[in-house]
């Protein structure tokens, strides 16, 4: 498959979403069994997984992720059994999109820009350069 590739969000009735950044953390959390562990692993801050982590939580009827404060080793955290599910469900489901949707990615492939790089494109959020001014 080219480098273009599709992208799986799932928006819940009660405003949560759960998408490939949760479902990597959840990988991570599963892992390492630690949440910091998981952050440094992912890339982000500690408090940016917890949040992440907390807001999972709260959107399922069961927890995600229990933690255990105070554990020696940093093992202090689990993914429960519908954190697990979850991966499954998302991963299966991400799969299959990404199987049903192959040749219509390849023709947006066809179609882009390979000059264009979107990351070096500065938005109206991108502080000025100093030579902007």
């Not at 799932?10 to 630690?34: F, H, Q, T, W």
């Not at 949040?51 to 429960?80: C, H, W, Y």
Request: one cysteine or more.
């Amino acid at each position: 498959m080219p480098d273009t590739r599709l992208s799986l969000r799932i928006d819940l009735a009660n405003g949560s979403r759960l998408g490939p950044g949760k479902v990597n953390l959840l990988e991570s959390v599963k892992r390492c069994a630690s949440i910091s562990a998981a952050a440094r692993e992912q890339g982000m801050s500690y408090r940016r997984a917890w949040l992440l982590i907390d807001d999972m939580n709260r959107a399922f009827q069961v927890p995600v992720v229990e933690t255990f404060p105070g554990r020696s080793q940093g093992k202090g955290a689990n993914v429960t059994e519908l954190g697990e599910k979850l991966i499954r469900l998302y991963r299966d489901t991400e799969a299959r999109c990404t199987a049903a949707t192959t040749e219509q990615i390849v023709q947006v492939e066809e179609q882009t820009n390979s000059e264009y790089d979107a990351k070096r494109v500065k938005t109206d959020r991108d502080p000025p350069d100093a030579g902007d001014a």
